[in-house]
């Protein structure tokens, strides 16, 4: 083992908060060497972020504290170093990247001056600086650098955004770069193309690369070494193999355990009555079309998940199916009439048998009403479903259903959790007792565990109530444990559907085929044999 | 940006448009219009002649498109103290207001956005402190409480500054004071707060992240993005100067178009205050335009 | 939601349930003792809205009775009688009684003019937010015109042409504030329009009415309470100024700002004529400020523990 250039040495952060302190990491230990690639790995409030936050001397004091703990960058101890001398660190040194690159850059100026700054501010001249960031904008991979280099961070689609940051944080070729969660909110094949990138540049200049991430994918397809951490505290460190393979410590394997694409694959169930027939469905807006004929059927209790990347025009559909927008054209039978052309008389029975759950649980549900009313408005608009008296207790037989105490009725949402909230938004939609759940990106938001018992929720509550349930998607792994057919789409159009074992087995299309290589297995072997196959598509 | 000027200017003429209709029509319907141009003391027979020139008799429609055409030809009528046309009447003592108000303004953008950006630097410090003090006594004083206050003061008691006129350059420190607190209070808020987003924003990190410098930092990452909310405020204050305007310059015999203004109420000058009317909203228009200008000059995410 | 934030999130996320199942006033109670310059300002405009209505009842004949050997009476001294604690006025009446008893016009010129603004203005920007029709388009424009001017202005122009009275007062001031909560009510309805529990009451099948009273209204309300305490304050200077000029409620009804107006001439021998008024003014216009500071905090449910917690610090 190599010398470690950067290493953490029994670090404890507080933050103050109103409730009290709260200790974010406590003794935490790690160290990265040259050439080698780090993942710290855990869930949102793992504290997984705050030592890198610290070595970039970014924790603001207060309402962060630094307890104990030094920070060894070529064996000298950063946090004793001036605010000053750390300056000059920054940058030239050790450079970072961040999640949500559009707020992470500047949008008042060009991208080409925040890539010159952090070479002129280091003293660079300007001129250089100008020609090296016109160099490294064709480096990390952007079409017409000298176009590219004039234009505002807006202008840029995420992933190039992402390569902005890249550029600029490799301007200094610096000896470390940390990324933190780089590649969260973007496609997966774009996701892919970042992480090749970065391996690339770290191939090239031979810096020492630390990623922070929740995802087990990019662990299994980038590091050599992870970091597994849980409340503040490092629970596990190894290969990624070894932690996926044999997991030691009991959070660790209920980790692994939980990560989704490892299940049974559904077989699909045959003969079930037929729920939803859309044929030719069509959206535009003035004349940009969204949606260009979509066929789609959902039987009665089935799961069919739509796939695909931003842009695919996936959660048009369900704007369409509930009526949140009008369609441009086609047509969607149930149960014998037209959702698109239905009178509106008509369309309030129906809105009792679809239902919607959405993305952000914190979003979805009206801060200024408690749970019990959250429920039961549900009742107010449709009275006949259930008389008055009968509300108290059906929305504690809904809480118990899906989970919760029935006590939480009295509660607002911002007490719950985000998975809880995701449950309370399940149980007002189960209050209608609908035929039809859509669910969009209705699990995306939550920790892996949360996600894995929210599907399972959503399969029993299946199977018992018989509902069946549109699941709109972009992971990958989550849709082959849960749906039972898939239908995958691309700009508008349907690029292929079947049943689930067939698209994610055999898939027909080359799309498909992309769209599956792209996506990240949490098994390092698996992640080895995707490489293997990209490799060989690209060839 | 052309489409954009022109767009703008149909929006203002239409809010013109709707302007001068309220006057005419509040003007004849509550009242005799005699009322309003001519003294009160006026006879009988001077109302009747002037009936009879203005076609007052007429339909009130006819009416209507007369008091159009005379706008078209930004004949407003002629002042009934001076003789002289209401237009130039308005003109000349609009300049003096425009100089008080382009002063002051300028007084208040500098010390509101240095204080401001400060105290957003560090909250909860001593120029913090200071800062929500003048924000509060600006957004809860009277302006014409806190000029006879400072003429008591300054004038009265120590006999340092003149308390009325424009003779010298001494005359404008009160008015231009008294004028300065309200604004000034209001925008160091909104620089403030808009500075403690900019300075906690992502961007701000990433600048941190490359190791700029606390002074750049401020200025040339924070501020720029800080500057949004605080000009759509300016534009806001600038046109609400006009307000503290009729006070100040009423206290301060300041010969303003808000002094005008006040004066031709009370003497019933009714074709001044036409003009006084319209002059400030042309104004206050260009002035709009200017902030929208400013606006996409600051901020790349909008081209109009 | 990023990553970064999470020690704090997590934290705040687990809200006790104790404080939250307090009833609802004995909550902002807490919160008001927890915020001492808060719960002064509310203590001083309860004492203000007490002498405006009982003030002319108790003081009103005290208020007008004209002695002449009290003129321009200094204050400090109480030989005269408590009332005179703040001296007389230039017709000898006591300036403390005549405070007293002007805090009735003062705050009902404000407090008209704030309810009936609040009112129309935050029903147009409901509609104009929400409707997708032709109202969306118009009623914005009508904000536009009415901003196009200087309120005082518009104010003195109106009020040139229809008689000062205390409604005329009353109507023009609402007029004039009407697009401050226009604007904001439709900000605010265009933005939680889109948000996805407007959605989910949608797709369950929500009427317009609903949507818009029980999800979008209960949302805006505070915001618009907040900026209604603020521009109470910005009303009643506006009404003193009006007063002040001389075109605002006429002698011998009594407001604050004709006080300060009245006693201008004698500013050189008797400064408290027009100093005591204005200092009621201010008193109140900062109570009304940071009373509106704390209902900013205390009525958003994402900032209101710092109340809470602030309390249980002191505790």
Same mark, same amino acid.
């Given at each position: 083992?190599?010398?470690?250039?950067?290493?953490?040495?029994?670090?404890?952060?507080?933050?103050?908060?109103?409730?009290?302190?709260?200790?974010?990491?406590?003794?935490?230990?790690?160290?990265?060497?040259?050439?080698?690639?780090?993942?710290?790995?855990?869930?949102?409030?793992?504290?997984?972020?705050?030592?890198?936050?610290?070595?970039?001397?970014?924790?603001?004091?207060?309402?962060?504290?630094?307890?104990?703990?030094?920070?060894?960058?070529?064996?000298?101890?950063?946090?004793?170093?001036?605010?000053?001398?750390?300056?000059?660190?920054?940058?030239?040194?050790?450079?970072?990247? /961040?999640?949500?690159?559009?707020?992470?850059?500047?949008?008042?100026?060009?991208?080409?001056?925040?890539?010159?700054?952090?070479?002129?501010?280091?003293?660079?001249?300007?001129?250089?600086?100008?020609?090296?960031?016109?160099?490294?904008?064709?480096?990390?991979? &952007?079409?017409?650098?000298?176009?590219?280099?004039?234009?505002?961070?807006?202008? /840029?689609?995420?992933?190039?955004?992402?390569?902005?940051?890249?550029?600029?944080?490799?301007?200094?070729?610096?000896?470390?770069?940390?990324?933190?969660?780089?590649? =969260?909110? &973007?496609?997966?094949?774009?996701?892919?193309?970042?992480?090749?990138?970065?391996?690339? &540049?770290?191939?090239?200049?031979?810096? *020492?690369?630390?990623?922070?991430?929740?995802?087990?994918?990019?662990?299994?397809?980038?590091?050599?070494?992870?970091?597994?951490?849980?409340? *503040?505290?490092?629970?596990? =460190?190894?290969?990624?193999?070894?932690?996926?393979?044999?997991?030691?410590?009991?959070?660790?394997?209920?980790?692994?355990?939980?990560?989704?694409?490892?299940?049974?694959?559904?077989?699909?169930?045959?003969?079930?009555?037929?729920?939803?027939?859309?044929?030719?469905?069509?959206?535009?807006?003035?004349?940009?079309?969204?949606?260009?004929?979509?066929?789609?059927?959902?039987?009665?209790?089935?799961?069919?998940?739509?796939?695909?990347?931003?842009?695919?025009?996936?959660?048009?559909?369900?704007?369409?199916?509930?009526?949140?927008?009008?369609?441009?054209?086609?047509?969607?039978?149930?149960?014998?009439?037209?959702?698109?052309?239905?009178?509106?008389?008509?369309?309030?029975?129906?809105?009792?048998?679809?239902?919607?759950?959405?993305?952000?649980?914190?979003?979805?549900?009206?801060?200024?009403?408690?749970?019990?009313?959250?429920?039961?408005?549900?009742?107010?608009?449709?009275?006949?479903?259930?008389?008055?008296?009968?509300?108290?207790?059906?929305?504690?037989?809904?809480?118990?259903?899906?989970? &919760?105490?029935?006590?939480?009725?009295?509660?607002?949402?911002?007490?719950?959790?985000?998975?809880?909230?995701?449950?309370?938004?399940?149980?007002?939609?189960?209050?209608?007792?609908?035929?039809?759940?859509?669910?969009?990106?209705?699990?995306?938001?939550?920790?892996?565990?949360?996600?894995?018992?929210?599907?399972?929720?959503?399969?029993?509550?299946?199977?018992?109530?018989?509902?069946?349930?549109?699941?709109?998607?972009?992971?990958?792994?989550?849709?082959?444990?849960?749906?039972?057919?898939?239908?995958?789409?691309?700009?508008?159009?349907?690029?292929?559907?079947?049943?689930?074992?067939?698209?994610?087995?055999?898939?027909?299309?080359?799309? =498909?085929?992309?769209?599956?290589?792209?996506?990240?297995?949490?098994?390092?072997?698996?992640?080895?044999?995707?490489?293997?196959?990209?490799?060989?598509?690209?060839? | 940006?052309?489409?954009?000027?022109?767009?703008?200017?149909?929006?203002?003429?239409?809010?013109?448009?709707?302007?001068?209709?309220?006057?005419?029509?509040?003007?004849?319907?509550?009242?005799?219009?005699?009322?309003?141009?001519?003294?009160?003391?006026?006879?009988?027979?001077?109302?009747?002649?002037?009936?009879?020139?203005?076609?007052?008799?007429?339909?009130?429609?006819?009416?209507?498109?007369?008091?159009?055409?005379?706008?078209?030809?930004?004949?407003?009528?002629?002042?009934?103290?001076?003789?002289?046309?209401?237009?130039?009447?308005?003109?000349?003592?609009?300049?003096?207001?425009?100089?008080?108000?382009?002063?002051?303004?300028?007084?208040?953008?500098?010390?509101?956005?240095?204080?401001?950006?400060?105290?957003?630097?560090?909250?909860?410090?001593?120029?913090?402190?200071?800062?929500?003090?003048?924000?509060?006594?600006?957004?809860?004083?009277?302006?014409?409480?806190?000029?006879?206050?400072?003429?008591?003061?300054?004038?009265?008691?120590?006999?340092?500054?003149?308390?009325?006129?424009?003779?010298?350059?001494?005359?404008?420190?009160?008015?231009?004071?008294?004028?300065?607190?309200?604004?000034?209070?209001?925008?160091?808020?909104?620089?403030?707060?808009?500075?403690?987003?900019?300075?906690?924003?992502?961007?701000?990190?990433?600048?941190?992240?490359?190791?700029?410098?606390?002074?750049?930092?401020?200025?040339?990452?924070?501020?720029?993005?800080?500057?949004?909310?605080?000009?759509?405020?300016?534009?806001?204050?600038?046109?609400?100067?006009?307000?503290?305007?009729?006070?100040?310059?009423?206290?301060?015999?300041?010969?303003?178009?808000?002094?005008?203004?006040?004066?031709?109420?009370?003497?019933?000058?009714?074709?001044?205050?036409?003009?006084?009317?319209?002059?400030?909203?042309?104004?206050?228009?260009?002035?709009?335009?200017?902030?929208?200008?400013?606006?996409?000059?600051?901020?790349?995410?909008?081209?109009? | 939601?990023?990553?970064?934030?999470?020690?704090?999130?997590?934290?705040?996320?687990?809200?006790?349930?104790?404080?939250?199942?307090?009833?609802?006033?004995?909550?902002?109670?807490?919160?008001?003792?927890?915020?001492?310059?808060?719960?002064?300002?509310?203590?001083?405009?309860?004492?203000?809205?007490?002498?405006?209505?009982?003030?002319?009842?108790?003081?009103?004949?005290?208020?007008?009775?004209?002695?002449?050997?009290?003129?321009?009476?200094?204050?400090?001294?109480?030989?005269?009688?408590?009332?005179?604690?703040?001296?007389?006025?230039?017709?000898?009446?006591?300036?403390?009684?005549?405070?007293?008893?002007?805090?009735?016009?003062?705050?009902?010129?404000?407090?008209?003019?704030?309810?009936?603004?609040?009112?129309?203005?935050?029903?147009?920007?409901?509609?104009?937010?929400?409707?997708?029709?032709?109202?969306?388009?118009?009623?914005?424009?009508?904000?536009?015109?009415?901003?196009?001017?200087?309120?005082?202005?518009?104010?003195?122009?109106?009020?040139?042409?229809?008689?000062?009275?205390?409604?005329?007062?009353?109507?023009?001031?609402?007029?004039?504030?009407?697009?401050?909560?226009?604007?904001?009510?439709?900000?605010?309805?265009?933005?939680?329009?889109?948000?996805?529990?407007?959605?989910?009451?949608?797709?369950?099948?929500?009427?317009?009415?609903?949507?818009?009273?029980?999800?979008?209204?209960?949302?805006?309300?505070? +915001?618009?309470?907040?900026?209604?305490?603020?521009?109470?304050?910005?009303?009643?200077?506006?009404?003193?100024?009006?007063?002040?000029?001389?075109?605002?409620?006429?002698?011998?009804?009594?407001?604050?700002?004709?006080?300060?107006?009245?006693?201008?001439?004698?500013? +050189?021998?008797?400064?408290?004529?027009?100093?005591?008024?204005?200092?009621?003014?201010?008193?109140?216009?900062?109570?009304?400020?940071?009373?509106?500071?704390?209902?900013?905090?205390?009525?958003?449910?994402?900032?209101?523990?710092?109340?809470?917690?602030?309390?249980?610090?002191?505790?």
């Amino acid at each position: 083992m190599p010398d470690p250039i950067l290493e953490v040495r029994d670090l404890s952060v507080t933050f103050e908060t109103a409730r009290g302190p709260v200790r974010a990491v406590r003794n935490v230990n790690w160290h990265l060497a040259r050439g080698e690639v780090l993942a710290i790995l855990g869930e949102s409030g793992s504290g997984k972020s705050v030592s890198a936050s610290a070595v970039m001397d970014l924790i603001d004091i207060p309402p962060g504290r630094i307890d104990s703990g030094e920070i060894l960058f070529e064996g000298r101890d950063l946090l004793k170093m001036s605010p000053k001398e750390r300056r000059k660190i920054n940058g030239p040194r050790i450079a970072m990247i /961040f999640q949500d690159p559009l707020s992470h850059l500047n949008p008042v100026w060009t991208v080409g001056w925040q890539i010159e700054e952090a070479m002129v501010i280091h003293g660079t001249g300007r001129a250089e600086a100008r020609s090296k960031m016109i160099e490294l904008l064709g480096k990390v991979g &952007l079409p017409n650098p000298a176009e590219a280099a004039a234009k505002y961070p807006h202008q /840029f689609s995420g992933g190039q955004r992402q390569r902005v940051m890249i550029a600029m944080a490799l301007a200094l070729k610096p000896d470390v770069l940390i990324a933190d969660e780089p590649t =969260t909110a &973007l496609d997966v094949t774009v996701q892919a193309q970042i992480l090749a990138l970065l391996e690339d &540049l770290q191939r090239e200049t031979g810096m *020492g690369l630390l990623i922070i991430t929740h995802d087990l994918g990019v662990v299994a397809e980038i590091a050599d070494r992870c970091i597994v951490m849980n409340k *503040g505290e490092i629970v596990e =460190t190894g290969t990624p193999a070894q932690i996926h393979n044999d997991p030691q410590h009991p959070y660790t394997k209920k980790l692994i355990a939980a990560a989704p694409g490892k299940g049974q694959m559904s077989d699909g169930g045959d003969g079930r009555s037929l729920l939803l027939q859309m044929r030719g469905a069509t959206k535009a807006y003035g004349d940009v079309a969204v949606l260009h004929g979509i066929d789609l059927d959902i039987h009665a209790g089935e799961c069919v998940a739509v796939v695909g990347e931003s842009g695919s025009g996936k959660s048009t559909v369900a704007k369409l199916i509930t009526r949140l927008e009008p369609a441009s054209g086609g047509t969607a039978m149930w149960k014998g009439e037209d959702l698109f052309t239905m009178p509106p008389r008509r369309l309030l029975e129906v809105r009792r048998e679809v239902q919607m759950v959405f993305q952000d649980p914190t979003q979805s549900l009206n801060p200024r009403m408690s749970v019990q009313d959250i429920i039961s408005e549900a009742w107010v608009i449709h009275p006949d479903i259930l008389p008055r008296h009968r509300w108290r207790d059906r929305v504690a037989e809904l809480l118990e259903q899906v989970g &919760l105490e029935p006590d939480h009725a009295h509660r607002y949402p911002h007490q719950f959790s985000g998975g809880q909230r995701q449950r309370v938004a399940i149980a007002r939609a189960l209050a209608l007792e609908p035929r039809l759940i859509i669910c969009d990106e209705a699990v995306s938001a939550l920790d892996v565990q949360v996600q894995a018992q929210v599907i399972r929720l959503l399969a029993r509550l299946g199977r018992e109530l018989n509902i069946a349930y549109l699941f709109i998607a972009h992971d990958l792994p989550v849709v082959r444990d849960f749906a039972d057919s898939v239908v995958v789409m691309k700009l508008g159009r349907v690029v292929e559907q079947g049943p689930v074992r067939q698209i994610f087995d055999t898939p027909r299309q080359d799309y =498909t085929r992309n769209l599956m290589a792209a996506s990240l297995d949490p098994d390092p072997d698996v992640q080895a044999a995707r490489r293997r196959q990209r490799q060989e598509m690209m060839a | 940006m052309g489409r954009f000027i022109a767009r703008r200017t149909v929006a203002s003429a239409i809010s013109l448009a709707f302007l001068v209709m309220a006057v005419f029509f509040l003007s004849r319907l509550t009242g005799d219009p005699t009322d309003l141009y001519l003294p009160l003391d006026a006879s009988q027979e001077v109302r009747d002649n002037f009936r009879e020139l203005n076609g007052l008799n007429d339909p009130i429609l006819l009416q209507f498109a007369y008091y159009l055409g005379d706008m078209a030809r930004l004949d407003f009528g002629t002042s009934l103290r001076s003789a002289e046309p209401a237009l130039a009447v308005v003109l000349q003592a609009f300049q003096w207001t425009l100089v008080l108000a382009l002063v002051t303004m300028a007084f208040v953008t500098v010390a509101a956005v240095i204080l401001g950006s400060l105290a957003a630097f560090n909250v909860g410090g001593v120029l913090d402190r200071v800062a929500t003090f003048f924000s509060l006594i600006g957004a809860s004083a009277p302006d014409f409480w806190l000029a006879i206050v400072a003429i008591v003061i300054f004038s009265v008691n120590f006999g340092w500054l003149p308390t009325s006129g424009t003779g010298s350059i001494w005359h404008w420190i009160l008015p231009v004071s008294v004028l300065f607190i309200r604004p000034f209070g209001l925008i160091l808020q909104v620089v403030r707060g808009s500075m403690i987003n900019a300075l906690g924003s992502a961007y701000v990190k990433t600048a941190r992240a490359k190791g700029v410098a606390p002074q750049p930092i401020i200025f040339t990452h924070a501020l720029r993005n800080a500057m949004l909310p605080v000009v759509t405020v300016m534009g806001d204050q600038a046109a609400g100067m006009l307000n503290g305007a009729v006070i100040v310059e009423t206290i301060f015999g300041f010969p303003g178009v808000g002094k005008l203004m006040i004066d031709s109420i009370l003497q019933r000058d009714f074709a001044v205050i036409l003009a006084a009317i319209m002059v400030t909203a042309v104004a206050i228009f260009i002035m709009n335009l200017l902030i929208d200008l400013a606006y996409a000059l600051l901020d790349p995410r909008i081209r109009y | 939601m990023t990553n970064q934030s999470t020690p704090n999130t997590a934290a705040t996320r687990n809200v006790s349930a104790s404080a939250e199942d307090a009833p609802m006033l004995l909550r902002y109670g807490r919160m008001l003792v927890a915020d001492k310059t808060a719960l002064v300002a509310a203590i001083f405009l309860m004492v203000m809205v007490l002498c405006a209505i009982l003030g002319p009842m108790l003081l009103g004949d005290l208020a007008t009775r004209q002695n002449l050997r009290g003129r321009n009476a200094p204050p400090f001294d109480i030989s005269r009688g408590w009332a005179f604690v703040l001296g007389g006025d230039q017709l000898g009446r006591p300036l403390l009684a005549r405070i007293i008893v002007a805090s009735r016009n003062t705050l009902m010129v404000a407090a008209g003019a704030v309810a009936a603004s609040l009112v129309i203005g935050t029903g147009l920007g409901l509609i104009a937010g929400y409707s997708r029709g032709r109202m969306s388009q118009i009623i914005p424009r009508l904000a536009d015109v009415i901003m196009s001017f200087p309120s005082l202005l518009l104010a003195v122009i109106v009020l040139f042409m229809l008689e000062p009275a205390v409604g005329n007062i009353i109507l023009v001031l609402a007029i004039t504030r009407i697009p401050v909560y226009l604007r904001t009510a439709r900000a605010e309805v265009l933005e939680i329009r889109e948000r996805m529990f407007v959605q989910a009451a949608l797709v369950m099948g929500a009427s317009s009415r609903r949507i818009v009273l029980r999800h979008i209204l209960p949302v805006v309300l505070p +915001t618009l309470l907040t900026i209604a305490t603020l521009d109470f304050a910005f009303v009643m200077l506006a009404e003193s100024s009006l007063s002040f000029l001389g075109i605002g409620i006429q002698p011998p009804e009594i407001t604050w700002g004709l006080m300060v107006s009245q006693g201008r001439p004698y500013l +050189t021998n008797a400064w408290w004529l027009s100093f005591w008024p204005g200092l009621a003014i201010i008193l109140t216009a900062l109570s009304l400020n940071l009373l509106s500071n704390w209902l900013r905090v205390a009525l958003d449910p994402q900032q209101n523990w710092r109340l809470e917690a602030r309390r249980s610090n002191d505790a």
